[in-house]
């Protein structure tokens, strides 16, 4: 596709590994890096080679894609809705169209799916077997499966193989089709260039989801399997978030809800139970809604509580530590107090294991100071009362030596605010290796050696291992 561009040459490296490959892993970029390295010693010293290391230490925190992390580091300003772009030609479309009529399907009409990925990425071909089922008996959806002879065929009444297609092709089948399904691979990225509901399911728990997500205001990212034990996101909660998404199209003023906390999308589905949704957002906050619209045609509202009745709101009683619910009552009484401390039951921090109660919000410890932090306040102390964190805010800057303490998975963190600010506002993915990732970026993008120090020893604190202890040494004296 890049190759349709002006002005950009494309070279290909055959000897690359490809997605067939056996052993399943590639390193593409070796080839073309010593190719570069070559051209820029022959070039009589007018060109340079600027090699870095484009993981940025923050970008967890900032919850960034990689695409967006990287345009960050070069400097590219890629604004809050940045999509891909697809340069499709009226032949895509033309070709696009005689498949549909070939075929019996209609623009629209029709579900594109896209199983073939990584083996640590798959879901599994019975699994999408069913799903084509699924689409085909409830919602009268026939599946366009856009994929390679490898996965073999698909023979089931609603299924049309489409395989060894072109780029192009994929890209003229997916702007015509009314609903995508698919996993962390190309086709997912390509979607996200059209208006079209999606749903991306990731599969291997390594790499945080929001990290490769797609891209669109219109997909939904199933990440059952980081909050499960289970190793795939369940047929049940693939098939409840098809119909949300399909509830939320023929409606054409419901989109994905936007986080209360953050105002990014609540993109990420956790959890189905049949009637309700269990959505969250890359910051943690989770929000329950029914599937289905209500009998008047709407979807419950986000903003339910309590702000279309400023009525009824009361003083504070700051004697006692408030809960989240009583400030999102109470907004106007909170803009008059400086001090707050707000209390954050841990029991509930588990997403996946509770009842789904439409309506309902479960806070998480980032979610609730990015909803402080849009109203002026800012943590400065936090301690544990059995089973809740007990969390000091106030509207001046938050003093020196301050010591912040919050969940990190089943761990604890012990920080600064600032560190945490910076580095570790992210902890509804707790993943204690990541921290140390952290330090890595840090180190070789050569921060200030005291924020790497104090950066380290919060990793080696959180997870004690030998890696954590080496990396202390290393933020310390650079060795790698
Ligand atoms: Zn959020």
């Not at 989770?286 to 009525?311: A, C, L």
């Amino acid at each position: 596709m890049v190759d349709r561009l002006e002005n950009v040459e494309i070279r290909w490296y055959p000897k690359a590994k490809d997605i067939l490959s056996k052993d399943g892993t590639n390193n593409p970029y070796d080839l073309a890096r010593e190719e570069v390295r070559n051209e820029i010693s022959g070039s009589n010293g007018d060109a340079f080679l600027a090699y870095a290391h484009f993981p940025m230490p923050d970008r967890h925190a900032r919850q960034e894609s990689t695409l967006e992390a990287t345009a960050r580091t070069i400097g590219l300003p890629l604004g809050k809705d940045v999509r891909p772009y697809l340069p499709l030609l009226p032949s895509d479309i033309q070709w696009a169209s005689n498949f549909l009529s070939e075929n019996n399907l209609k623009k629209d009409g029709y579900a594109v799916i896209a199983p073939l990925s990584w083996p640590n990425k798959m879901w599994g071909k019975s699994n999408f077997e069913s799903l084509i089922d699924h689409l085909y008996q409830n919602f009268g959806l026939r599946t366009v499966v856009a994929s390679y002879p490898a996965i073999g065929l698909f023979t089931n009444s609603g299924a049309v193989c489409a395989y060894d297609l072109s780029l192009g092709q994929l890209a003229g089948l997916l702007s015509l089709a009314g609903l995508y399904i698919g996993l962390d691979s190309g086709p997912s990225h390509m979607c996200a260039f059209f208006d079209v509901p999606m749903l991306v399911l990731y599969i291997e728990k390594k790499v945080i989801p929001f990290e490769v997500r797609t891209l669109s205001p219109h997909s939904l990212l199933v990440v059952e399997s980081f909050f499960s034990s289970a190793p795939y996101p369940s047929i049940e909660t693939v098939s409840d978030s098809v119909r949300f998404l399909l509830e939320m199209k023929s409606n054409k003023d419901e989109e994905i809800p936007e986080c209360l906390a953050c105002g990014r999308k609540m993109d990420h589905v956790v959890a189905t139970d049949g009637v309700n949704i269990r959505l969250m957002c890359s910051c943690g906050l989770v929000y329950d809604r029914i599937i289905r619209k209500t009998e008047s045609g709407k979807f419950r509202q986000i903003r339910n509580q309590g702000k279309e009745n400023p009525t009824t709101q009361k003083p504070l009683n700051l004697k006692h530590p408030l809960q989240i619910e009583d400030v999102l009552e109470n907004e106007e009484a909170l803009k008059q107090e400086n001090f707050v401390t707000l209390s954050l039951p841990l029991g509930h921090i588990d997403p996946k294991n509770s009842e789904i109660t439409p309506g309902n919000f479960i806070w998480g410890f980032d979610s609730l100071i990015y909803w402080m932090g849009k109203r002026g306040y800012l943590p400065f102390e936090s301690s544990w009362d059995q089973d809740k964190l007990l969390i000091k805010f106030s509207t001046s800057s938050y003093p020196e030596g301050d010591r912040l303490i919050f969940p990190w998975g089943k761990k604890k963190i012990v920080t600064s605010v600032s560190r945490y600010l910076h580095w570790y506002t992210f902890s509804r993915w707790s993943d204690p290796k990541i921290l140390v990732g952290i330090v890595k970026s840090m180190t070789e993008l050569n921060l200030s050696k005291k924020e790497r120090f104090a950066c380290s020893i919060d990793a080696f604190r959180t997870e004690p291992s030998l890696r954590s202890l080496r990396w202390i040494i290393k933020s310390l004296f650079r060795l790698d």
